[in-house]
């Protein structure tokens, strides 16, 4: 049995330019085909795009083409987030924010 872990990395971005407020905090969640959380971060965010990086037993998620990223960013700007789960890839994971309206 192996006892690496399977680890997610990326970004969260969004094409708003302004200047993240100090206290952003950015949340991902990884994700899997039946949308059970099988890891998750919070994050101080100063600036985007804001890297993370997610690590999960593999044996939690044993079809890894069956695997999500969920992400929002909360600051007083603001929040953003994934409007639907996006599908993890073996290179970056570059995920796009839009604009939650308050």
């Given at each position: 049995?192996?006892?690496e872990?399977?680890?997610?990395?990326?970004?969260?971005?969004?094409?708003?330019?302004?200047?993240?407020?100090?206290?952003?905090?950015?949340?991902?969640?990884?994700?899997?085909?039946?949308?059970?959380?099988?890891?998750?971060?919070?994050?101080?965010?100063?600036?985007?795009?804001?890297?993370?990086?997610?690590?999960?037993?593999?044996?939690?998620?044993?079809?890894?083409?069956?695997?999500?990223?969920?992400?929002?960013?909360?600051?007083?700007?603001?929040?953003?987030?994934?409007?639907?789960l996006?599908?993890?890839t073996?290179?970056?994971?570059?995920?796009?924010?839009?604009?939650?309206?308050?």
């Open positions: 049995m192996s006892s872990l399977l680890t997610v990395t990326g970004t969260v971005y969004f094409r708003e330019k302004i200047s993240l407020p100090p206290g952003a905090i950015a949340t991902i969640k990884l994700v899997d085909g039946e949308g059970e959380v099988l890891a998750g971060t919070a994050i101080s965010s100063v600036a985007v795009p804001t890297e993370f990086s997610l690590s999960a037993d593999p044996a939690f998620a044993p079809d890894p083409d069956q695997l999500f990223i969920w992400a929002a960013l909360r600051s007083e700007a603001g929040v953003w987030g994934t409007t639907e996006v599908p993890v073996a290179d970056a994971n570059a995920v796009l924010l839009t604009k939650i309206e308050d």
